[in-house]
Every structure is written in structure tokens, then in C-alpha cells.
């Protein structure tokens, strides 16, 4: 008898837990993972290698450490859409494949939000190669600035992604600057935003915007309005009909992301790439199709908010998922999505985080320490403790 086929689609947090749990539940089935490169990288560092305190090989890994291949078969593509009435994938750069059923996780993509130039002047924390930019660019502009001129960053929004960076730009700056015969006051560094990291208490985000201001950021309460080659305009607030102008050499913006334009692409209902489904994670009117991650919606019981989009939900969705397709193969019902928070750190650079765990407020250093061990937390429920050898993730060091 022909096995079905399972077809997981992306291999970030999601998709590859997801894998990871199937091959161990091994259900009677044929499991194809796809991903358009052949590596997993931890999005949640992103911001490392945008500053240069980590190469991309430090924060990536191959997807082959988590194939089995006894059980699945990877293929190294790119979807462009989804046609769920006859149940096949489409490719930008192969034949197309059909699926029995089908695993969506294919992730966040940067959000313009329709603001003026953003999509051609801003610089975007998304994934290797806009990192890799970032850095580069980064490298570049220091090095042409005369003595006397000055560089100015700027970073739109306060989110994880904004502080992380920012976080880690100021430890690194003595460093860059220094390689590129700069002082290191040649070189400024705002932030424009309407709230910082609003998911902590007012003592937490107070905390963050004190550490930061001391190293040197300036905070600006506003709403990045329009961008040009050299400047951002922000408003004091959405109805603002005045806007201020700030010099920004750089600008990057790390002010929202959306689902994957696959979604969009397909015939899913969706809001911006994302998809709000049901409580067992499966697509409304399409029961052979689930998706988690960041281009699936959950909505939380408690506020009827949807839940942020983390790597935290992503990987426990891809547990009930997983064990979800192996109940529907058994003919047994599937069961609902209950997330259980284990917490919330955000780095302010190598040493220092704030955060909040099993409802108590952390930050400095015990924090810090925190977010080491729950990043290698992920690496073990994904790629397994010989990646987290291989990658020496506790005890990484920048390399300069
Ligand atoms: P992803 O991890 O984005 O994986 C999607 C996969 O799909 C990728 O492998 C990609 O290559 C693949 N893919 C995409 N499009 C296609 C296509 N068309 N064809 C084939 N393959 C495709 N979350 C936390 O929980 N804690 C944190 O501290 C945290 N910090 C963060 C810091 C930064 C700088 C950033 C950028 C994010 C942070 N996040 C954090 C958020 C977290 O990274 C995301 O929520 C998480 O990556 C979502 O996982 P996912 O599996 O949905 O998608």
C-alpha cells in the first residue's frame, strides 16, 4: 500500500520541532520537510550577526542534523503557493508536489506597514542575508566618515528585535569604530518609538531605557512617518498632522513584522500572512492543512488578544501539532492548542537582560544568564545536545 504523505513546510522553530517530534512519534506515513535553504537558523540572534558579535555559522545549523532520512526526505526549495483544493504545493524553482497532509511554519517576513520608503531605505533584521547586509553596510558607512563628520542610526520601533539589536550595536560600537579609525562619539545612535517593550511592567522597560540611554541611545517618542535616503520623519501620534525630521544615515527598522506572502498568495483565508486557526491548529475549512508559528493566529482565552508571535509558541505548537497528525492517521480526534508561558528575556547586550519567569521580574545578570540557557533550551528541543556542543552556545564568545 502507498504511504501518505506528510509535507512540513518551513524549517525554523516550528517546522523542525515538528519534524523532530513526528520522526519520534513515527507515524505510517512518508514525511517530506521542505525549506528553501539547507540550514536552520535561530532567528532569535539575528540581531548577533547584524552587529558582528556572531558570524552566520554560529547561529545556524544544517537541517540534515534533524532529517532522519529513514523517515523523511528533505527538499531544498522555495514555495511560492499553496493550492489546498488540489492538495499541491508550488514551487518557484521545481515540479510541484502533492500532499496528504500538509504542516505550514513557514514564518515572518518584514512589514511595511505602507510607510513611505521603507521597503527601499530601511535595513530589516529578517534573516541571514539582510543581516549580513546590515553588517556590511554597517562596516562601510563607518569607514567613510571624515574626521569631523559623524554617522547616524537610527532603529524604528522598541520591540524585542529593536532592543536586542540596539542592545548589542552599543556593546560592539568601541570595537567598530575603532577599526575604522573613528571615535567612538563620531557615531549616534536613536531610537524612534511609540512604547518600549510594552509586554513589561513601566520598572522593567524603565530599566532597559535607562541602561541603554547611559551607553548612549537617545529614545524619541514617535511614529515613523516616511523615510528618505538620509532621514526619517516621525509624528508625535497618528493623528499628528506635523512631522520632525531626524538624520539618519542608516535607518533600520524592526518595527513589526508579518506572516509569509505565501499565505497571501494562497487561497487561506489571512490577515496580513497569517491565518487565525483553530484551537487544534488547523486550518478553518481545510482539516488536512495546520499551521503554526508566526503566520498562524491563536487567540488567548484570557485577553482575546492574539498571542505574540515567538519562537516560545512556535515550538509548542509543532509538539500538539505533531501529535495531532499522528492522532488524525489513528482516526482519533485531534486535540486543542494550550500554551503554557515559560517566560519572557530580552537582551540588552551580552550581560544584561531584562525579563519576566514564573511571574517574577528579572533583570542583569541572572537574567542574562536565563536567556543563554533558554536559547539553548531550543537548540536541545530541536537539533538535540550535539548541536549545542557543536555550536559551544553557553560559552560563545564574540570573535573580534
Ligand atoms: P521561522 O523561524 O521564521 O522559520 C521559517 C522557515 O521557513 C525558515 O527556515 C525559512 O527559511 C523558511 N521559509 C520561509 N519562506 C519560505 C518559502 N517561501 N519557501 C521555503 N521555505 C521558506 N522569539 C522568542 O520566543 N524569544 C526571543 O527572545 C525572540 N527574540 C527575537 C529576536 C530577533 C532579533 C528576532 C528577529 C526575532 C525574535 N523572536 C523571539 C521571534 C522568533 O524568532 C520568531 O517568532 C520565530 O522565528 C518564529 O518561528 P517560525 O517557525 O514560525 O518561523
Given at each position: ?75 531544498k526549495a522555495t514555495v511560492s ?296 533550551r531550543s537548540i536541545v528541543l ?19
Amino acid at each position: 500500500m502507498v504511504k501518505k504523505k506528510i509535507v512540513i513546510l518551513g524549517a525554523g522553530y516550528g517546522g523542525l520541532r515538528a519534524l523532530k517530534r513526528l520522526q519520534d512519534l513515527k507515524p505510517n506515513a512518508e514525511i517530506v520537510l521542505v525549506n528553501k535553504n539547507s540550514y536552520h537558523c535561530e532567528k532569535t540572534a539575528l540581531h548577533e550577526v547584524a552587529t558582528g558579535a556572531a558570524s552566520p555559522g554560529d547561529i545556524c545549523y544544517p537541517v540534515s542534523s534533524v532529517v532522519d532520512p529513514q523517515y523523511t526526505t528533505f527538499i531544498k526549495a522555495t514555495v511560492s503557493k499553496i493550492e489546498h483544493h488540489s492538495k499541491t504545493i508550488v514551487f518557484e524553482n521545481r515540479e510541484p508536489l502533492r500532499y496528504d497532509y500538509l504542516l505550514i511554519a513557514l514564518g515572518f517576513e518584514f512589514e511595511s506597514f505602507g510607510i513611505k520608503g521603507l521597503s527601499d531605505y530601511a535595513y530589516q533584521i529578517t534573516n541571514i542575508p539582510s543581516v549580513e547586509h546590515i553588517y556590511k553596510q554597517l562596516n562601510e558607512k563607518l569607514r567613510a566618515v571624515k574626521p569631523g563628520e559623524k554617522l547616524s542610526i537610527v532603529v524604528g520601533g522598541a520591540g524585542f528585535t529593536s532592543i536586542e539589536y540596539i542592545g548589542e550595536l552599543m556593546e560592539q560600537l568601541p570595537f567598530l569604530t575603532k577599526a575604522a579609525h573613528l571615535k567612538r562619539d563620531q557615531v549616534s545612535v536613536s531610537c524612534v518609538q511609540s512604547n518600549v517593550l510594552p509586554m513589561f511592567s513601566e520598572d522593567l522597560s524603565g530599566y532597559i531605557i535607562g541602561k541603554l540611554e547611559k551607553k548612549g541611545v537617545t529614545f524619541i517618542k514617535g511614529r515613523v512617518a516616511n523615510i528618505t535616503a538620509n532621514s526619517v520623519f516621525y509624528k508625535e501620534s497618528k493623528a499628528s498632522t506635523d512631522s520632525s525630521e531626524l538624520t539618519a544615515d542608516m535607518f533600520v527598522w524592526a518595527g513589526g513584522v508579518r506572516g509569509s506572502s505565501v499565505i497571501t498568495n494562497s487561497d487561506f483565508k489571512s490577515d496580513r500572512g497569517r491565518v487565525l486557526v483553530n484551537n487544534n491548529l488547523t486550518v478553518p475549512d481545510c482539516e488536512d492543512v495546520m499551521m503554526i508559528g508566526d503566520c498562524s493566529i491563536v487567540i488567548d482565552d484570557v485577553t482575546g488578544l492574539p498571542y505574540p508571535t515567538t519562537a516560545q509558541i512556535a515550538m509548542q505548537q509543532a509538539d500538539c501539532a505533531a501529535a495531532n497528525i499522528v492522532a488524525i492517521f489513528n482516526q482519533k480526534p485531534a486535540k486543542d492548542f494550550y500554551y503554557k508561558p515559560k517566560g519572557t528575556v530580552c537582551s540588552i547586550g551580552r550581560h544584561d537582560a531584562v525579563g519576566v519567569v514564573m511571574g517574577k521580574q528579572l533583570r542583569g545578570v541572572t537574567a542574562s544568564v536565563l536567556k543563554k540557557v533558554i536559547d539553548t533550551r531550543s537548540i536541545v528541543l530541536i537539533g538535540g545536545v550535539d548541536t549545542v556542543i557543536k555550536k559551544q552556545k553557553l560559552f560563545r564568545k564574540k570573535s573580534m
